[in-house]
């Protein structure tokens, strides 16, 4: 059976490492298409097990944590990365430093 888009990108969100953060567009373009940065959104939105799918890993491109963070909204979500040693000003991970650096094929 095939996966779907969906099952693909918790795939990929699976993987991000602990204390590290990956952007939307990183999701999407590791999931199969590079155009669904939007639909890495609304996946995540609806994670169905996020003990076990890490959502909160997920940022914009600019590092930026999301205000609609569907568990707990965003200060729920600095709370989880701040928790793996992840840092953030204002809001702002340094992707320099704390951003995945899996290669997309």
């Given at each position: 059976m095939e996966q779907s888009t969906f099952e693909k990108i918790y795939e990929v969100v699976k993987q991000i490492p602990y204390g590290q953060v990956a952007t939307y567009g990183q999701i999407a373009a590791l999931a199969g298409n590079k155009r669904?940065?939007?639909?890495?959104?609304?996946?995540?939105?609806?994670?169905?097990?996020?003990?076990?799918?890490?959502?909160?890993?997920?940022?914009?491109?600019?590092?930026?944590?999301?205000?609609?963070?569907?568990?707990?909204?965003?200060?729920?979500?600095?709370?989880?990365?701040?928790?793996?040693?992840?840092?953030?000003?204002?809001?702002?991970?340094?992707?320099?430093k704390y951003q995945w650096e899996r290669p997309v094929y």
């Open positions: 669904w940065a939007r639909v890495v959104g609304y996946a995540l939105h609806v994670n169905p097990d996020p003990d076990n799918i890490p959502c909160y890993r997920v940022v914009n491109k600019e590092g930026r944590v999301s205000d609609a963070f569907a568990f707990g909204g965003g200060n729920r979500q600095v709370e989880l990365l701040k928790a793996e040693g992840v840092e953030l000003i204002d809001g702002y991970v340094d992707m320099q």
